[in-house]
């Protein structure tokens, strides 16, 4: 079912006072699970389809904001055209009460979380080829996101993985921009100076799967060897570390182009464990497996 896009001509009226317990129309709202400069995310049950969602709820100073308000269409449009197993649905999008709501499937837990635990190797490559073909799914539809971070993909049942929060998204048309919006730490250095591109979010994609398979995330400006750059390679085959090695180059130039480029490079590595315990025969398994529960 297509997000509803009925919150461009509705007025927001005088919001609500949002508590636990709190109903949104047909959402009663169960816990908070983060907040972040902008928004609010809430944990929710739908009472009439009798399912746990995800509420995104901007600060309502924020869509007061005539031009907040056109990031939040924004924001919309762009998980609205983004269909893929990969990225998190956009199930619903609109003025409830006052409050401009968006609602998302809900997952378990973001992989920020998961990574303060010890993870599987094989585990995660299954992450890392979901998560490429995530970002390389955003790029063939144009669109960069620009805060890729590990706060910003959510596990699901599974072992299934998706991207989201597109606040800062854009459809690439000419390549001009200027802000320098994003997270430190994952930032590419160019995007940090007010010029992102699809190698920027190359950038951000390896900084993540770095720290994923070494529990470090190097600071730039990089130093020689890279921190936990032994556990990186332990139980990876050497193609797989070059490519990360590649996605996080500072130089743009000598990265991926985009991650288009980066999921044909590792469709390629056939083995990308050093034991060969698992193919890429395990990528065409998991599309299958998440094509499956999004058909359910």
Same mark, same amino acid.
């Given at each position: 079912?297509?997000?509803?896009?009925?919150? /461009?001509?509705?007025?927001?009226?005088?919001?609500?006072?949002? !508590?636990?317990?709190?109903?949104?129309?047909?959402?009663?709202?169960?816990?908070?699970?983060?907040?972040?400069?902008?928004?609010?995310?809430?944990?929710?049950?739908?009472?009439?389809?009798?399912?746990?969602?995800?509420?995104?709820?901007?600060?309502?100073?924020?869509?007061?904001?005539?031009?907040?308000?056109?990031?939040?269409? !924004?924001?919309?449009?762009?998980?609205?055209?983004?269909?893929?197993?990969?990225?998190?649905?956009?199930?619903?999008?609109?003025?409830?009460?006052?409050?401009?709501?968006?609602?998302?499937?809900?997952?378990?837990?973001?992989?920020?979380?998961?990574?303060?635990?010890?993870?599987?190797?094989?585990?995660?490559?299954?992450?890392?080829?979901?998560?490429?073909?995530?970002?390389?799914?955003?790029?063939?539809? !144009?669109?960069?996101? #620009?805060?890729?971070?590990?706060?910003? /993909?959510?596990?699901?049942?599974?072992?299934?993985?998706?991207?989201?929060?597109?606040?800062?998204?854009?459809?690439?048309?000419?390549?001009?921009?200027?802000?320098?919006?994003?997270?430190?730490?994952?930032?590419?250095?160019?995007?940090?100076?007010?010029?992102?591109?699809?190698?920027?979010?190359? /950038?951000?994609?390896?900084?993540?799967?770095?720290?994923?398979?070494?529990?470090?995330?190097?600071?730039?400006?990089? @130093?020689?060897?890279?921190?936990?750059?032994?556990?990186?390679?332990?139980?990876?085959?050497?193609?797989?570390?070059?490519?990360?090695?590649?996605?996080?180059?500072? @130089?743009?130039?000598?990265?991926?182009?985009?991650?288009?480029?980066?999921?044909?490079?590792?469709?390629?590595?056939?083995?990308?464990?050093?034991? #060969?315990?698992?193919?890429?025969?395990? #990528?065409?398994?998991?599309?299958?497996?998440?094509?499956?529960?999004?058909?359910?």
């Amino acid at each position: 079912m297509e997000p509803s896009l009925r919150i /461009f001509d509705e007025e927001s009226g005088n919001p609500k006072s949002l !508590r636990i317990g709190s109903r949104l129309d047909k959402y009663r709202i169960v816990s908070r699970l983060g907040e972040g400069g902008f928004a609010t995310v809430y944990a929710a049950h739908d009472t009439i389809e009798d399912r746990r969602v995800a509420l995104k709820i901007p600060d309502a100073r924020y869509v007061a904001n005539t031009q907040s308000v056109d990031d939040l269409k !924004r924001e919309v449009r762009i998980m609205a055209k983004l269909r893929h197993p990969g990225v998190l649905e956009l199930k619903d999008a609109r003025f409830v009460e006052g409050h401009f709501v968006m609602v998302f499937p809900l997952g378990e837990q973001t992989l920020a979380d998961r990574l303060s635990r010890r993870l599987a190797r094989a585990t995660a490559i299954d992450y890392a080829l979901q998560m490429i073909d995530a970002v390389a799914h955003a790029h063939q539809q !144009r669109v960069l996101h #620009r805060d890729i971070k590990p706060d910003n /993909f959510i596990l699901f049942p599974n072992q299934t993985i998706r991207l989201t929060d597109f606040g800062l998204a854009r459809v690439q048309r000419n390549g001009k921009h200027v802000s320098a919006s994003g997270t430190l730490g994952y930032m590419a250095p160019e995007q940090a100076m007010g010029h992102p591109g699809f190698r920027s979010d190359v /950038f951000s994609l390896g900084l993540v799967l770095y720290r994923m398979l070494s529990g470090e995330l190097p600071d730039y400006p990089f @130093e020689a060897p890279l921190p936990g750059y032994q556990k990186l390679r332990r139980g990876l085959s050497s193609d797989f570390v070059s490519l990360i090695r590649k996605a996080v180059d500072p @130089e743009p130039k000598r990265r991926f182009r985009d991650a288009i480029a980066m999921q044909n490079a590792v469709s390629r590595i056939r083995y990308p464990l050093s034991d #060969r315990s698992i193919s890429q025969l395990g #990528r065409t398994q998991t599309t299958s497996r998440i094509s499956q529960r999004r058909a359910g």
